[in-house]
């Protein structure tokens, strides 16, 4: 079958080459020049803050890979193969800005300060949350496909009522994030958001990481023209860039998040990525897919690509890369001590937080399973 | 307490004398005065919703608001039901109280996954970190003769999923009471305005502060005989049947539930401890319903009090039917009185 790389469709933003070499973008990009001129303000420590990064990221996905593998946790989603677009976009976003991840944003977690251990708990079903967003700006997972596009819209529909874009105050204006995968863009709910963002001009970015496959069906089956081209119908400035190039993913997030806190509205921006493992752990992607396939993405391995920049521009050695790996290990060793650490929460736990009042008949559920339970002779036979 | 069969009542209880603060509102202008206090009282309060603004919803019960607080609190969406509450969902997240308006019961199913997958449990799933204060007003039921999808009642789908609270005003009172008391509360609640009771008119007191439980039931007409539990617009066709079974010598009791989920159980076990019998109104289909819920729990509770087993009047297991035989479908006076029948021949 001939195969070509969806990453050479003319007016798809590159600035690094699969070998890991500075490249112009193509002329057919919009504002490349612009945007070029933008990922060359990213100097060597924050290029190699992003590599870290992405290699701890990485390290944690396949830590969390084994724990699930070794019945750890009942399910993991893996994102390996698109460090670049989480960890490009993610340095893009200010303190101030809103997350909605999906639920394989594992990298923007890590880059947003939040300690990726706590993704944990939803996946060994101790919790269906596990973290506190507020701290973070990082709200929860959320596993129906394409819901939480909505809430960011809305969300940045209210930052828009707080009059929080547009002031020119950077300490002041903000804006949303919300990633999704290309499955996601098939459903009514992230249509609808791009409805929504495209009429109130809310301060939002649809960040879709066209990983190529949800679950066994490719993006073909999700739509029948480039996913970017959607945006433009609903009057959503789009640009599609190569989603496994770390500065071209930072470059077009920061100018998107630019436009949205100066109060110009939404962008939707296509990262084309490859989800080099399988959708979750649940799924056996030899099923469906061709090893001619895995095996030219494997190749195009977005750490190994920036790492080729770094070690030719002299910002990577092996003193660097050992102290990345050295991380990584402390890192990967914290998170199986603690997810051996998290035990199932007290079965009475089931009863807190339905409602934020008193409920009559919660309240009653309650007292009855409390009674049952202390009726066992044995205090712990009724767990 | 006063018999009356037009339902209403006043904090003085004496129906039908208004005091100084009272005035007479049917119940779409009671709900309007309600959402205007909260509009004025608290500036994150804002209403969404298909033609709410200029027009005034298609029953004018935000009629006038747009003009008075602006599009921006009181805003005509895209027509888009799950965008709706996706996006309300997200405003509540950044700090807003969003009341959104489904214009027809029929057309809130394109947002039932997100009123039930996410608005529902995002408070649970965050461990009460994430809260979601969101007000769905739903006009709902049926004798209006509409076309298809303008009269259901699908209360029990929402009343399955933890994390809703759902009440149905049956007075203009309890319209303005309860709008407010929806709207401040921290829960998401579903808010079943009866559509056949708009134009019903009622005492309300605008000046008193929302007071009391929205979620404890009311006796509205005493009786020895039997209870007939109801809510919404079932409570006028339940009070006119005790009326006319008053006519024949049974004094039946009447109950507006008030509030769907949670229910006041307490209340209606009660008036079953004294009566030994009941009966459950309500349009919407009987099979896997609301009355059969309270049917089960009345028979864990009173038992040995019943005389007669519990029974419930409702609409059938069929689609809402054509208007112009959903007289025939819908709980009438006749029906509540041949069940009444059916009880005491037990």
Same mark, same amino acid.
């Given at each position: ?27 057919? &990009?919009?504002?490349?020049?612009? !945007? ?13 803050? *992003? ?8 390290? $944690?996905? +396949? ?16 994102? +390996?193969?698109?460090? @670049? ?6 340095? @893009? ?14 990298? &923007? ?66 804006? &949303?994030?919300?990633? $999704? ?12 958001? !791009?409805? $929504? ?8 970015? $649809? ?68 989800? *080099? ?28 690509? !920036? ?77 | ?11 003085? /209880? ?59 609190? #009181? ?23 969003? %009341? ?33 204060? #969101? ?6 039921g049926g004798h209006i003769g ?5 009269s ?14 759902? #009440? ?35 005492? %309300? ?14 006796? #509205? ?16 066709t ?10 024949? /010598?049974?004094?039946?009791? %009447? ?12 209340? %209606? ?12 109104v309500?349009e =919407?289909p009987t ?7 309270? =049917? ?17 009047v409702g609409g059938f297991h069929t689609p809402y039917p054509a208007s112009a035989i959903e007289s025939d479908y819908l709980p009438s006076l006749d029906r509540i009185l041949d069940a ?7």
């Amino acid at each position: 079958m001939p195969w070509s790389d969806p990453c050479d469709v003319p007016g798809t933003l590159r600035l690094l080459t699969p070998q890991g070499e500075r490249v112009a973008p193509d002329p057919a &990009v919009p504002n490349g020049e612009a !945007l070029a001129s933008l990922a060359a303000t990213l100097d060597a420590e924050r290029l190699l803050a *992003m590599y870290a990064d992405m290699s701890l990221t990485r390290a $944690f996905d +396949r830590e969390a890979t084994s724990l699930q593998r070794q019945g750890e946790l009942g399910l993991w989603p893996e994102s +390996r193969g698109q460090e @670049a677009a989480q960890i490009g976009s993610a340095h @893009a976003l200010a303190p101030r800005d809103y997350v909605f991840p999906s639920y394989r944003e594992h990298g &923007v977690a890590h880059v947003r300060g939040l300690p990726v251990r706590e993704l944990l708990h939803l996946f060994r079903g101790t919790q269906h949350g596990g973290w506190d967003p507020a701290p973070h700006n990082f709200h929860l997972y959320t596993l129906v496909i394409g819901s939480h596009t909505l809430h960011a819209t809305g969300y940045a529909m209210g930052i828009q009522r707080d009059g929080d874009v547009g002031t020119g105050d950077p300490a002041r204006d903000r804006a &949303v994030i919300t990633y $999704f995968g290309d499955g996601a863009t098939a459903q009514g709910d992230v249509n609808e958001a !791009l409805v $929504f963002a495209a009429t109130t001009n809310a301060p939002v970015v $649809f960040f879709c990481q066209n990983n190529q496959w949800a679950i066994s069906a490719p993006s073909t089956v999700q739509s029948a023209v480039p996913l970017v081209e959607r945006g433009g119908g609903f009057g959503v400035p789009s640009i599609r860039v190569d989603g496994n190039d770390v500065l071209a993913c930072y470059a077009a997030t920061a100018t998107a998040l630019q436009r949205a806190r100066r109060g110009e509205g939404p962008t939707f921006i296509e990262a084309v990525t490859y989800r *080099m493992g399988a959708h979750t752990t649940s799924d056996d992607p030899t099923r469906y897919r061709m090893r001619e396939e895995e095996e030219h993405w494997g190749q195009r391995d977005p750490i190994a690509r !920036l790492a080729a920049l770094l070690r030719a521009e002299g910002v990577l050695d092996d003193e660097a890369q050992a102290r990345i790996d050295a991380e990584a290990a402390e890192l990967t060793a914290g998170v199986r001590t603690y997810c051996r650490s998290l035990t199932p929460p007290a079965p009475e736990s089931m009863f807190d937080h339905v409602y934020a009042e008193p409920h009559q008949r919660l309240d009653a559920e309650r007292s009855w399973f409390r009674d049952y339970q202390s009726s066992f002779l044995d205090a712990t036979a009724g767990r | 307490m006063a018999i009356t069969t037009d339902i209403q009542t006043n904090a003085t /209880g004496d129906a039908g004398r208004p005091t100084p603060s009272t005035t007479t509102l049917p119940l779409a202008r009671a709900i309007n005065a309600g959402l205007r206090r909260a509009l004025e009282q608290d500036d994150r309060v804002m209403l969404m919703g298909e033609d709410i603004g200029r027009l005034g919803g298609v029953f004018r019960v935000t009629d006038g608001l747009q003009a008075q607080f602006g599009t921006q609190r #009181v805003v005509d969406s895209p027509l888009a039901e799950s965008g709706i509450l996706g996006t309300a969902i997200g405003l509540a997240m950044a700090g807003y109280r969003p %009341v959104v308006e489904i214009q027809f019961d029929g057309f809130v199913f394109p947002a039932f996954d997100q009123i039930t997958t996410q608005l529902a449990k995002l408070h649970y799933r965050s461990q009460g970190r994430v809260r979601v204060p #969101v007000v769905i007003r739903i006009p709902y039921g049926g004798h209006i003769g509409a076309i298809e999808h303008h009269s259901e009642s699908p209360e029990a789908l929402f009343a399955h999923t933890a994390g809703l609270r759902i #009440v149905s005003p049956a007075t203009a009172q309890d319209g303005y009471t309860m709008i407010q008391q929806a709207i401040a509360s921290p829960d998401p609640v579903i808010f079943l305005e009866p559509k056949s009771r708009y134009w019903e008119k009622g005492a %309300v007191e605008l000046d008193a502060e929302p007071s009391g439980d929205l979620h404890r039931a009311r006796t #509205v007409r005493a009786g020895r005989d039997a209870t007939l539990v109801a809510y919404g617009p079932s409570v006028a066709t339940s009070l006119a049947a005790a009326q006319a079974a008053a006519e024949e /010598g049974r004094e039946l009791e %009447v109950i507006d539930l008030r509030s769907v989920a949670p229910l006041d159980l307490d209340s %209606v076990v009660a008036s079953v401890e004294r009566t030994g019998r009941l009966i459950v109104v309500h349009e =919407a289909p009987t099979a896997h319903g609301v009355g059969a819920e309270i =049917a089960a729990a009345v028979a864990e509770r009173c038992f040995y009090r019943l005389q007669a087993p519990v029974l419930r009047v409702g609409g059938f297991h069929t689609p809402y039917p054509a208007s112009a035989i959903e007289s025939d479908y819908l709980p009438s006076l006749d029906r509540i009185l041949d069940a009444v029948d059916r009880a005491f021949a037990a």
